[in-house]
């Protein structure tokens, strides 16, 4: 019991000591301005042109770190699928259409599908699809259509912003996505 009222009065005796008698010193310097976003979102986008062969096993890959994009767990990532152009805009340049993955292609004896899934580290954009009688698609069979020259866009949307425009905005929309996060086609990493 002694050694109990001890330990009480020392532990007392150290929390009164602890005053508020310490002096503040003056404020630090400001820090430096940060990136510019739409109220502080940072968006990004990817361009990756790549050909769905065997080697590859049939996948496209986009390593986040080798881009030097930050991804947060939190954060949505969107693929789009380039699937023509519509004309050219006023300087030549051709206007291009994309469509959001998954992407499903439905052929008289088969299914051919385009999806990706995705972790804050990369992305994995794959073929999927199953023939007319229910096996596997042997995907090396493909017309090259399907397999070479493929083009995708990935868009990084912050946590924060995709909670509080997610409910207006047309995700499905690319152009809308990119406007809404002031993105221009000089900010996509090509």
Known sequence: MRKISTLLICAFLAL????????????????????????????????????FTAENDYTLSVIFDDLDVEVFESDAVLVYLKVGNSGTDANG?????????????FEVDKTIQYNFNYTFEDVLIFLDGVNSNGT????????????????????VLPAAFA???QSNLDLTDMKEVMKALNMKESDVIK
């Open 93 to 105: 340049i051709p206007i291009e259409i994309f469509t959001p993955i998954p992407q499903t292609y």
């Open 136 to 155: 596997l698609l042997n995907f090396g069979a493909l017309s090259p259509d399907y397999r070479i020259n493929k083009k995708f866009r990935i868009i």
């Open 16 to 51: 009164t000591s602890c005053g508020t008698d310490s002096v503040e010193g003056p404020p630090g310097p400001p820090g430096p301005e940060g990136p510019s976003g739409v109220n502080g979102f940072i968006g990004t986008a990817i361009d990756i042109t790549g050909d």
């Open 163 to 165: 909670q509080t425009k």
